[in-house]
């Protein structure tokens, strides 16, 4: 199982206790092991379905997310939560999941399903998602895997909260597919350039010429062979030509 298919596990452990909150029924009750897998390992959650009148007196949100911690842990880690022990960090994930699950084991978190749903559209943020998920991370992916993806994503716009955050959010779901489709195809200069080119043009006021002639020269290098990336090259040009970042 890689990191990808360990975010959509998260997305669909979010999606969950929102159902379970919204429906009044308690999401204490989710457990590792009510976490099922398929024969395509898609997670189903076993749920023990329990009054609406014992809710309140049973509900502890600083109990719930040590709980997520835990399966953070478990899901990113691959390999069963230290009960002796709470584990400081997790060696393999973004930023952005590291804080999310430092935040989470704190017995006083305070944290609430606001909290997660933030966390959730911050993975995919630009920078969060391609430092990580298109850079950093060597798991080897398929087409199969980012269909899973782009349906779950499809999922979180249709039941987001923040309608207000939409446009944002839409910037940055446009780009995971691309980046993870370049990455499948090992068509890496592309998928350099496309990074490049988010920094360029500064969405969500991002602009950074310096990462962005960084990216275009790798892309241009790795394709040396083959006169370089022809699109690197012309948004090199534009930065050269209006002194961005040279």
Do not use: W
């Amino acid at each position: 199982i890689n990191q990808v298919k360990s975010l959509i596990f998260l997305i669909r452990l979010y999606r969950a206790i929102d159902h379970l909150e919204t429906n009044h029924l308690n999401p204490f009750k989710i457990e590792l092991q009510n976490i099922l897998l398929d024969h395509n390992n898609v997670p189903y959650i076993l749920y023990p379905f329990q009054s609406a009148s014992n809710f309140n007196e049973q509900y502890d949100s600083n109990l719930l997310f040590n709980k997520i911690g835990e399966i953070i842990y478990t899901f990113f880690e691959k390999k069963e939560y230290p009960k002796d022990e709470i584990p400081s960090s997790i060696t393999e994930c973004s930023e952005n999941i590291q804080h999310f699950y430092q935040a989470c084991i704190q017995k006083n978190n305070n944290l609430t399903i606001n909290d997660f749903e933030k966390f959730i559209f911050n993975e995919f943020e630009f920078i969060n998602f391609s430092n990580f998920y298109a850079l950093k991370n060597k798991d080897r992916l398929d087409f199969l895997i980012i269909i899973d993806l782009v349906y779950e994503m499809i999922q979180l716009l249709i039941y987001m909260k923040r309608i207000d955050k939409l446009s944002d959010v839409l910037l940055d779901f446009f780009n995971v597919p691309i980046f993870l489709i370049n990455k499948v195809i090992g068509y890496i200069p592309e998928l350099l350039y496309q990074i490049g080119l988010n920094y360029e043009n500064g969405f969500k006021g991002r602009n950074n010429y310096d990462k962005a002639k960084s990216f275009y020269e790798q892309a241009i290098e790795l394709m040396k062979d083959k006169n370089g990336h022809s699109k690197s090259y012309y948004h090199l040009g534009n930065l050269y030509e209006n002194g961005y970042g040279v």
